[in-house]
């Protein structure tokens, strides 16, 4: 965060340091994803592995601590105001052993051109948040001090979607307008909220909305609801009015960091025909989709003005991607059966359609795979779907199918491939910020930036996976702890306690953990 422009001596301390934000990773600010779009846009993006990248409002440095491990040779540095948090990042860095990441206590209105030159620059969660100098600071910096090949990251609150909870906010301010403490606040402010809930008409347009809203808040950590609705400043922006303070600050748009909702997949045919009289038009298209989806937050992609891109992807540019499924498959395509893929959210889609049905299968079952590699191992086997076709052509329909399912929410592109090296080869070997996470009770960061919370026994696992130790030797570890009774192991309501049998389950245990690991991108493949 930022200083408050009218901040004086008397004023109470930060409220950053009073309730830090939970260690999180944002996968919407990794600098792969980033520079894909960038890429397929036609940019020529610095490539991750020799990136800059400089992220404001950094808070704990757990997002970018968790980018800086996967690309060693690039350079990485965080500032925040609040000075608590930089102090969290610190010592997470040096017992993590981290060596390429800075964080810096700053306010960032004080912050010049001098400062340096990024290829990324990040700020997640602070432009709505900060007072209007502070705003022009961010641009001017994510315009100043942004390299000609450069991508700047902005998220923000936008409406209409958040005038509802806008309205909410109020009512919060208002209930505890007498209140210092911020828990306090937090805590009243729910008890609001559930008044509302329960008073209001159940089955109103409003009642429904408060139901929704009060779901939300109370599986949500206590310092969003601080911050989002609590502090000082909150402002919302229509999209087309934060292009025109982007444009003003000499950066123009790029694309979403969310690049499905650029798209109409989810917009009738009809409306799609009306949106038709825009073409060209991508800001006023974008407007009106949040118009129709009611759209409450933005992240924004932002380059400089005289940047040349173009919207009207080439497929072949998909070539030099690395591809990763966003689905599960569920059942192949077999005879008149379609395929059957399981999406994030648990939402089932069928494909009939034989060489759609491969390569998404395909990318399922390798989770993450370089394009070009995919493509050779489709070859083959798509000729004899396709016989018509010559390869150039074949190629060029892989390509094509990939850009759907990366407009659709099915895959996603990233500029590099994620893998780091394991230390001994066949020794396991975790993510070193998920080590540190699981060993501090924290949820887990992988490749992707994602998170994942574990218990006790799979957090001992993930800091086992350290590259020292063998699958036996690792299991041997697990095994003391469960006999020392650190750990347990149950069948049902039974705790086991016969040697033997725990020995089985942690052997099963292991190789069924091993699995999850993998597919949730925490370890070296």
């Given at each position: 965060m930022v200083q408050n422009e009218n901040a004086t001596s008397e004023e109470p301390p930060?409220?950053?340091?009073i309730v830090n934000y939970p260690l999180l990773s944002i996968s919407q600010t990794h600098i792969g994803r980033l520079s894909a779009l960038g890429w397929l846009f036609g940019m020529d993006p610095v490539h991750p592995s020799r990136a800059r990248v400089l992220e404001?409002?950094?808070s704990s440095g757990t997002n970018?601590?968790?980018?800086?491990?996967?690309?060693?040779?690039?350079k990485f540095l965080g500032v925040d105001y609040s000075k608590s948090q930089i102090e969290v990042a610190l010592?997470?860095?040096?017992?993590?052993?981290?060596?390429n990441v800075q964080f810096l206590h700053a306010d960032i209105c004080e912050l010049g051109r001098d400062f340096g030159e990024f290829d990324y620059i990040i700020s997640h969660g602070v432009y709505s948040w900060i007072p209007d100098s502070a705003k022009a600071a961010l641009l001017r910096i994510s315009k100043e001090n942004l390299s000609s090949r450069g991508i700047a990251y902005v998220s923000y609150n936008c409406l209409p979607g958040w005038k509802m909870r806008g309205a909410l906010r109020d009512m919060m301010l208002l209930h505890?307008?007498?209140?210092?403490?911020?828990?306090?606040?937090?805590?009243?402010s729910k008890a609001l909220l559930q008044f509302l809930a329960s008073a209001c008409n159940q089955d109103s347009a409003y009642g429904k909305f408060l139901a929704g809203e009060l779901e939300l808040l109370l599986n949500t950590d206590d310092s969003y609801i601080a911050h989002e609705f609590l502090e000082n400043e909150n402002d919302a922006f229509y999209f087309a009015d934060f292009h025109r303070q982007a444009l003003g600050a000499g950066l123009n748009y790029l694309g979403d960091a969310e690049p499905a909702s650029m798209m109409m997949a989810d917009i009738s045919e009809e409306a799609q025909k009306t949106f038709a009289q825009l073409k060209g038009n991508q800001v006023a298209i974008e407007q009106y989709l949040d118009f129709l989806r009611n759209r409450t937050f933005r992240c924004s992609l932002l380059c400089h003005a005289g940047v040349e891109f173009n919207r009207n992807i080439q497929p072949s540019r998909v070539r030099s991607l690395t591809a990763v499924s966003m689905i599960d498959l569920r059942q192949a395509l077999e005879g008149s059966q379609p395929a059957v893929f399981a999406m994030q959210g648990g939402a089932e889609i069928s494909v009939t359609?034989?060489?759609?049905?491969?390569?998404?299968?395909?990318l399922a079952l390798n989770g993450s795979i370089p394009v070009d590699v995919l493509t050779e191992s489709?070859?083959?086997p798509l000729k004899a779907t396709c016989p018509e076709k010559e390869d150039e052509a074949i190629c060029e329909l892989i390509y094509t199918i990939l850009l759907r399912a990366y407009f659709t929410k099915t895959a996603d592109f990233y500029l590099s491939e994620l893998s780091l090296?394991?230390?001994?080869p066949g020794n396991p070997y975790s993510l070193p910020l998920a080590r540190w996470q699981a060993a501090n009770n924290q949820k887990v960061s992988n490749f992707y930036l994602g998170m994942t919370a574990t218990d006790a026994i799979m957090a001992t696992l993930i800091q086992l996976c350290d590259g020292t130790r063998s699958p036996e030797e690792i299991c041997i570890q697990i095994l003391e702890a469960v006999r020392k009774k650190q750990l347990n192991f149950n069948e049902g309501e039974e705790v086991i306690s016969d040697p033997e049998r725990q020995k089985k389950l942690v052997e099963r245990f292991y190789f069924t953990s091993m699995e999850k690991l993998k597919k949730s991108r925490l370890l070296a493949p």
């Open positions: 930060n409220a950053y340091d404001l409002g950094c970018l601590l968790a980018m800086a491990q996967l690309f060693p040779e690039g010592e997470a860095t040096e017992a993590i052993g981290i060596r505890t307008g007498n209140l210092k403490d911020p828990m306090e606040k937090v805590g009243q359609d034989p060489a759609t049905a491969m390569v998404l299968e395909a489709l070859l083959e090296t394991e230390p001994t």
